[in-house]
DNA sequence: CAATGCAGGTCCCTTATGCT
DNA sequence: AGCATAAGGGACCTGCATTG
């Protein structure tokens, strides 16, 4: 193989641009996905960057990472679209993201199916009281609608107690993330709306 | 403005596999 | 068996943001 060479495959290219692109969507590092995925930093920037064709079980372990199938990784590459999504009670790609590193689980309901990704619909779950908890920040609107338990949620300087039926609305740019786990366990389902223009990118 | 830390990219090595 | 090729890992380098 020549260094600088561009003798990659379309689809080589297509794969690493989507797995770049669900990445940072997700707000996550290469060293994070890599860890979960159980591969080395350098292979999945290899990866990103179509420097390497990898196998069918590196692309599945990145594709559960980023909370996707590993047919999602190909979806938009020459398949057309089209069809109503279905996870039943208890289903969902449980997913890493921030907060993951706290405990928090994250299981995705749905993926967008067009060439942009427009929103993603998250039932999140916090067990344990002591924990620390990271700051989020993306572009968008992000629908907070609580189902189990009690929680104190920041977002910027205000604070706001949510309990069971509460629902909260709010700019994603702005630093926001749970305060404190007043009663656990805690479920909550959470909307993030991206707009149009990042979205593209 | 320099020091520091982090994220991402590149290079080089090892290993596995296929071919002659 | 020996060689070629490609996947994969890890160390190192670079760029950028943050901090004092």
């Known amino acids: 193989m ?9 689809l080589e290219r297509y794969l690493g641009n989507t797995i770049r692109e669900l990445r940072q969507r997700h707000g996550l590092t290469i060293a994070q996905v890599s860890a979960q995925a159980g591969i080395s930093r350098g292979m999945l920037s290899k990866i990103e960057n179509a420097q390497t ?3 069918l079980e590196v692309l599945n372990r990145i594709a559960q990472a980023l909370g996707v199938s590993l047919s999602m ?5 020459d398949v057309p679209q089209g069809g109503a999504q279905l996870v039943k009670k208890g289903g969902g790609m449980e997913v890493v993201r921030k907060g993951t590193k706290s405990g928090h689980t994250y ?9 942009r990704k427009l929103f993603e619909p998250f039932l999140i779950t916090m067990e344990d009281e002591a924990e620390r908890f990271p700051v989020f920040e993306h572009p968008g609107t992000e629908f907070i609608h609580m189902l189990k338990g ?14 069971p039926g509460d629902t909260l609305t709010f700019q994603g740019e702005i630093p926001h993330g749970p305060e404190r786990l007043i009663k656990t366990p805690i479920q909550f389902l959470s909307i993030f709306v991206y707009p149009q223009s990042s979205a593209a990118d």
Request: hydrophobic share 30%.
């Open 53 to 55: 064709s990898a196998g």
């Open 73 to 77: 990784l190909f979806r938009n590459f």
């Open 150 to 163: 009690v929680l104190e949620y920041r977002h910027g300087q205000h604070t706001y107690i949510l309990h």
């Open 107 to 115: 299981h995705l309901l749905a993926y967008d199916q067009g060439p």
């Open 2 to 10: 020549q260094p600088g060479e561009d003798n990659k495959t379309p």
